[in-house]
């Protein structure tokens, strides 16, 4: 159902697909990053030397009508810059997730666009038709996120 070449085409080339679990309503993705090293997202310098690793589960779009969850398992580093006050950091997903988001940008804008057409409780009501449950408060919150654009007077 799921091939490599579909995943990488989702989510691009530094996430390796490890395993992969269906249950009735529910498609489990375990990933892994191939990257052999990371910027620091303060100072900007690469490292190759890795502190530990830990794991991280973001909710994807729905794949026929079940759930998708991401479970990726990435590394923390050690900052090589003496002088940056960041000493260790996380592996970014670039263009998934953003920073400690437990859901994918393409999953939050789908629910950011339900909340902008229906509101909170409809469009909570309409996403869980649509296997992507949530509150009609966090569709709320996804819609308060979006930033103002300022209208022009002519």
């Known amino acids: 159902m799921l091939s490599s070449d579909l995943l990488s085409q989702i989510l691009g080339t530094t996430l390796v697909p490890t395993d992969l679990v269906f249950a009735p ?3 489990v993705v375990a990933l892994a990053s191939r990257a052999e090293s990371a910027p620091c997202p303060i100072c900007g310098q690469r490292s190759d030397r890795v502190h530990s690793r830990y794991r991280r589960v973001i909710a994807d779009l729905p794949i026929c009508g079940r759930q998708l969850a991401l479970i990726l398992r990435l590394r923390k580093f050690l900052c090589p810059n003496a002088g940056c006050p960041r000493r260790i950091f996380c592996e970014r997903v670039h263009g998934l997730a953003a920073t400690h988001a437990r859901s994918t940008t393409r999953l939050a804008q789908l629910q950011r666009m339900l909340g902008l057409a229906l509101g909170g409780e409809p469009g909570s ?11 009609g408060d966090t569709i709320l919150r996804r819609v308060k996120a979006v930033p103002a654009v300022p209208l022009r007077v002519e």
């Open 25 to 27: 309503d529910l498609i």
């Open 125 to 135: 009501r309409l996403a869980g038709e649509l296997a992507v449950p949530i509150s």
